[in-house]
């Protein structure tokens, strides 16, 4: 009994100890693991002031923390997304098929489309590799066997991640857009929203189809919101498009803004061919328009605004074909 009341205290003492290391523990890794938090769900939501706020945060306070897979992954994907010059060693050190995938996406971004297909070939017959087979083949303009392979049904598409099948329903929304099938479109651009509503890709192909479908006060609407998005890279596709649009809208200002944009962007020159055939063609100046498309064309015009310029090439043809014909007849006629 009296050995009993003697360790009481003692144990008293180690609990106590105890409490109070637990306690210092608590005040120390608390504020780390709720910073945490906030960045898993800001990146999750595509809150990317958000993500760089408590990465800032973190790299100051969280130590050892930094060195955890979640905070390395979410600014490698910070950097993806934001543009980075020095990425590509970075993910280049990862063999995982997640990290090489997202090398795989930052080639297609840079239109380094050798170097994407060595990437790729590392993936032979996964979900994952069809779904960066269809990108590769969408970024060359082959948009009907993109689509072929993005809607295999043998495929488990299933078994990728949300972002993952998110980019394939948005990959198909871009593909059935150039071929013009509009209910395919915005079916999958639903599909893709319904998986991740915040996606700010989603956003970007629905502006998209605005100016596809020449809705141009909602497509107006929409660059607002994408402009707002002030993190955002300068993209070649979503300059030239807003460009269409500021002509369209008669939009000298906006117009001459995206021009300055493309002029520094790798292949601008393309692209700004493109815009002054769109601008010619407004005008009414056939034969001006066609020898411009045709110089984008030949300087390596891709993806959706290749297919549209191709298409404008034939309607443009079939147009003179129709002028020369009603021009013989209107001589016969005379005669």
Same mark, same amino acid.
């Given at each position: 009994?009296?050995?009993?009341?003697?360790?009481?205290?003692?144990?008293?003492?180690?609990?106590?100890?105890?409490?109070?290391?637990?306690?210092?523990?608590?005040?120390?890794?608390?504020?780390?693991?709720?910073?945490?938090?906030?960045?898993? &769900?800001?990146?999750?939501?595509?809150?990317?002031?958000?993500?760089?706020?408590?990465?800032?945060?973190?790299? /100051?306070?969280?130590?050892?923390?930094?060195?955890?897979?979640?905070?390395?992954?979410?600014?490698?994907?910070? &950097?993806?997304?934001?543009?980075?010059?020095?990425?590509?060693?970075?993910?280049?050190?990862?063999?995982?098929?997640?990290?090489?995938?997202?090398?795989?996406?930052?080639?297609?971004?840079?239109?380094?489309?050798?170097?994407?297909?060595?990437?790729?070939?590392?993936?032979?017959?996964?979900?994952?590799?069809?779904? $960066?087979?269809?990108?590769?083949?969408?970024?060359? $303009? +082959?948009?009907?066997?993109?689509?072929?392979?993005? /809607?295999?049904?043998?495929?488990?598409?299933?078994?990728?991640?949300?972002? &993952?099948?998110?980019?394939?329903?948005?990959?198909?929304?871009?593909?059935?857009?150039?071929?013009?099938?509009?209910?395919?479109?915005?079916?999958?651009?639903?599909?893709?929203?319904?998986? &991740?509503?915040?996606?700010?890709?989603?956003?970007?192909?629905?502006? +998209?189809?605005?100016?596809?479908?020449?809705?141009?006060?909602?497509?107006?609407?929409?660059?607002?919101?994408?402009?707002?998005?002030?993190?955002?890279?300068?993209?070649?596709?979503?300059?030239?498009?807003?460009?269409?649009?500021?002509?369209?809208?008669?939009?000298?200002?906006?117009?001459?803004?995206?021009?300055?944009?493309?002029?520094?962007?790798?292949?601008?020159?393309?692209?700004?061919?493109?815009?002054?055939?769109?601008?010619?063609?407004?005008?009414?100046?056939?034969?001006?328009?066609?020898?411009?498309?045709?110089?984008?064309?030949?300087?390596?015009?891709?993806?959706?605004?290749?297919?549209?310029?191709?298409?404008?090439?034939?309607?443009?043809?079939?147009?003179?074909?129709?002028?020369?014909?009603?021009?013989?007849?209107?001589?016969?006629?005379?005669?």
């Amino acid at each position: 009994m009296l050995k009993r009341r003697k360790r009481s205290p003692r144990r008293r003492r180690q609990t106590t100890f105890f409490l109070i290391v637990m306690l210092i523990i608590m005040i120390i890794i608390g504020p780390i693991l709720w910073h945490m938090e906030r960045l898993r &769900e800001a990146d999750s939501n595509y809150n990317v002031h958000e993500v760089q706020a408590q990465l800032q945060w973190l790299d /100051v306070h969280g130590g050892l923390f930094n060195r955890l897979e979640l905070i390395k992954d979410v600014k490698l994907r910070l &950097e993806l997304n934001v543009g980075s010059k020095d990425l590509e060693p970075k993910l280049a050190e990862y063999q995982d098929k997640k990290h090489r995938f997202w090398l795989l996406l930052l080639y297609l971004q840079e239109g380094k489309l050798t170097a994407a297909q060595n990437v790729l070939v590392q993936f032979v017959n996964t979900p994952l590799g069809q779904l $960066g087979q269809g990108l590769m083949l969408l970024s060359k $303009g +082959d948009v009907d066997e993109s689509r072929r392979l993005l /809607v295999e049904k043998e495929i488990d598409w299933n078994s990728l991640t949300l972002k &993952e099948q998110s980019l394939r329903h948005l990959t198909l929304a871009q593909a059935a857009m150039m071929l013009g099938d509009d209910q395919s479109t915005l079916a999958d651009l639903k599909a893709a929203q319904e998986l &991740e509503p915040n996606n700010p890709a989603c956003l970007s192909v629905e502006f +998209d189809v605005a100016i596809r479908q020449g809705q141009w006060a909602k497509a107006l609407e929409l660059s607002r919101l994408i402009d707002a998005q002030t993190w955002r890279p300068k993209n070649m596709l979503y300059e030239t498009k807003k460009a269409v649009l500021a002509i369209h809208e008669n939009n000298v200002e906006g117009l001459s803004a995206s021009l300055s944009a493309l002029k520094v962007l790798p292949q601008g020159e393309t692209y700004i061919y493109y815009l002054n055939a769109i601008q010619a063609l407004d005008q009414g100046q056939l034969q001006e328009g066609k020898d411009l498309l045709k110089r984008a064309l030949n300087n390596g015009l891709d993806g959706g605004l290749k297919a549209d310029a191709q298409k404008a090439l034939e309607q443009i043809t079939l147009r003179q074909k129709a002028d020369q014909v009603l021009q013989v007849v209107a001589g016969g006629n005379i005669d």
